[in-house]
């Protein structure tokens, strides 16, 4: 059959597929990183950010996401899609939220 809908077209990765922000004022930062492996040491870093017991800590308002990776998109090869990392182990992203100046 026909699709229902045709509404290909360029689009903003953030404002309109990734709505990890809310919609109220503020300030966001967002950033990332691929790692191939975790180490113990940053498994205890993470651990320590989002339950308060680090010098510095996150807010209510604040994502620390890992998402591991791997798995069957590491049967390919770096050459036979779009995604070319694949040997990434780990993929974090932390997206730092506040109010004010």
Known sequence: G??????????????EI??????EKG????????LPKMSPKLAETLDALVS???EYYANS??????APMGGA???KN???????????GFWIIVIGSWKGQ
Not at 4 to 15: E, L
Not at 18 to 23: E, I, M, N, Y
Not at 61 to 66: E, F, G, L, Q, Y
């Open 73 to 75: 998109v590491s049967d």
């Open 52 to 54: 308060g017991s680090f």
């Open 18 to 23: 990734q709505k990890f922000a809310p919609d």
């Open 61 to 66: 308002s604040c994502v620390i996401m890992v």
């Open 2 to 15: 026909w699709p229902i809908s045709d509404n290909m077209k360029p689009r903003s990765y953030h404002n």
């Open 27 to 34: 300030n966001y930062y967002m950033t990332g990183i691929l």
């Open 78 to 88: 770096e050459t036979d899609t779009a995604n070319p990392h694949r040997d990434v």
